[in-house]
């Protein structure tokens, strides 16, 4: 449309059509930009599932879940169990508290975790973990479960971690075997890390989870086929609650 046939139009119709025009250019404007420190949510996480037969081989999801909302349902079970939260935060804590101490303190001796860290527990209840950190002198870290526990544990789903990219120095979780979708879970350990930043699993190879477990794991390799921004560090056995084995993994320098 050109000046001459827009000068022709009713009056009240030209506020309408620049109105229009506008509206049109903004929306294409919008549609260009990417925001790149926006938390993504599960569902848009762009990772997908890997097809590698190693990863399909050595790491089994296990069915039973009509829905995301089915599977959160099921682990906030566990979680808001007054019973076990009572034992979590009573008998267990001081036993839980010492021996993630000697994980942690290992972990400096091996120059992978130091004071200056800014760290993350996955999967953290009610912070054993957390708590464990600060004493052996990593004062800045914190825990995210899907039920939090001021101050060492915020609301947080680790399939979608609620922080920017590139925040943490070193994260740890013993919970792999409950992520629905490990690609996901691995995904946000990779954004939210730095770069160089270290990842330290613990997780059963030898042994099946607890009834709880959304996976299981039969190898190394599918971890390692998952961490595709990470190079393997080191594997050793380790007797952790249940779990006998640690894995860990250095994300690769890289600029993004």
Request: glycine fraction near 4%; charge should be positive.
């Amino acid at each position: 449309m050109n000046p001459s046939s827009l000068s022709k139009l009713p009056i009240l119709l030209k506020p309408f059509l620049l109105s229009l025009f506008l509206s049109i250019f903004f929306l294409a404007f919008l549609a260009t930009q990417s925001p790149y420190h926006r938390p993504k949510t599960a569902l848009q996480n762009t990772r997908n599932p890997p097809s590698n037969d190693n990863t399909d081989a050595g790491l089994r999801i296990r069915p039973g879940y009509s829905s995301y909302n089915a599977y959160i349902e099921r682990q906030l079970n566990k979680t808001l169990n007054p019973k076990l939260r009572k034992i979590w935060m009573t008998r267990d804590w001081e036993r839980k508290v010492r021996v993630f101490f000697h994980f942690f303190r290992s972990l400096k001796q091996r120059n992978l975790l130091f004071n200056d860290s800014k760290a993350l527990s996955i999967g953290a209840r009610v912070g054993q973990e957390v708590a464990a950190m600060k004493l052996v002198g990593v004062s800045d870290s914190v825990g995210i479960d899907l039920v939090p526990y001021p101050p060492l544990v915020v609301k947080g789903d680790f399939h979608a971690q609620p922080f920017e990219n590139q925040t943490f120095d070193f994260e740890f979780s013993n919970v792999f075997d409950h992520a629905l979708y490990p690609w996901k879970f691995v995904g946000e350990i990779e954004r939210t890390l730095k770069p160089n930043g270290v990842c330290v699993l613990h997780v059963a190879l030898l042994r099946r989870a607890d009834k709880y477990s959304a996976n299981d794991l039969y190898s190394v390799e599918p971890l390692v086929e998952l961490f595709k921004e990470s190079e393997l560090v080191e594997v050793r056995k380790v007797d952790g609650f249940g779990l006998d084995t640690e894995v860990v993994f250095r994300k690769k320098k890289k600029n993004y």
